[in-house]
T-cell receptor, first 112, second 113 residues
């Protein structure tokens, strides 16, 4: 039982490049989330998926897209990376709305 | 606007002492609160949660207190150990329909041996 698994763990991109961050959970959770964490800013919600087949914007969605591929997987895509997207990205899942979130160990992304 | 904040960015305590980490929230409609612990290089780890119909909840060595009158949340850690050194975040559920959490900026707990 791995919980929430994120890949890759580290990534360096040049401005304008694209990439997809992968996330999978094996807890049969319904809801999944993408957060970014910046120094002094805490965690900010980018996008979330309350259930399979639905996605919604969070606090800071600009520059990102998401796909809830199935119940297990929720990916985050940067179409044209910018230095402002340098951050640590965390995926999380929860059994349902109002349940604790379980986090992965993050993807550390640097955009130069 | 909605915000969740912590009163102190860093808290330093002696091993064996009790620790109290505070958090203020601004949305009186929030109905669910969670404390997370984050160690260096890892994702946030769930510690304890509390719903708005309660004012206290206890776990193993941890207690969360909720004061809705002043919109204040605290985490008490008994007999603090070196392994408790981490950043602690409070989080607030602003909408029970979505489960979205708003996080505070975090308090770093340093435990001195």
């Amino acid at each position: 039982n791995a919980g929430v698994t994120q890949t890759p763990k580290f990534q360096v991109l040049k401005t304008g490049q694209s990439m997809t961050l992968q996330c999978a959970q094996d807890m049969n959770h319904n809801s999944m989330y993408w957060y970014r964490q910046d120094p002094g800013m805490g965690l900010r919600l980018i996008y979330y998926s309350a259930s399979e087949g639905t996605t919604d914007k969070g606090e800071v969605p600009n520059g990102y897209n998401v796909s809830r591929l199935n119940k297990r997987e929720f990916s985050l895509r940067l179409e044209s990376a910018a230095p402002s997207q340098t951050s640590v990205y965390f995926c999380a899942s929860s059994r349902d709305r109002g349940s604790p979130l379980h986090f992965g160990n993050g993807t550390r992304l640097t955009v130069t | 606007g909605e915000s969740v904040g912590l009163h102190l960015p860093t808290l330093s305590v002696q091993e064996g002492d009790n620790s109290i980490i505070n958090c203020a929230y601004s949305n009186s409609a929030s109905d669910y609160f969670i404390w997370y612990k984050q160690e260096s290089g890892k994702g946030p780890q769930f510690i304890i949660d509390i719903r708005s119909n309660m004012d206290k909840r206890q776990g193993q060595r941890v207690t969360v207190l909720l004061n809705k009158t002043v919109k204040h949340l605290s985490l008490q850690i008994a007999a603090t150990q070196p392994g408790d050194s981490a950043v602690y975040f409070c989080a607030e559920n602003t909408s029970s329909n979505t489960g979205k959490l708003i996080f505070g900026q975090g308090t770093t707990l340093q435990v001195k041996p």
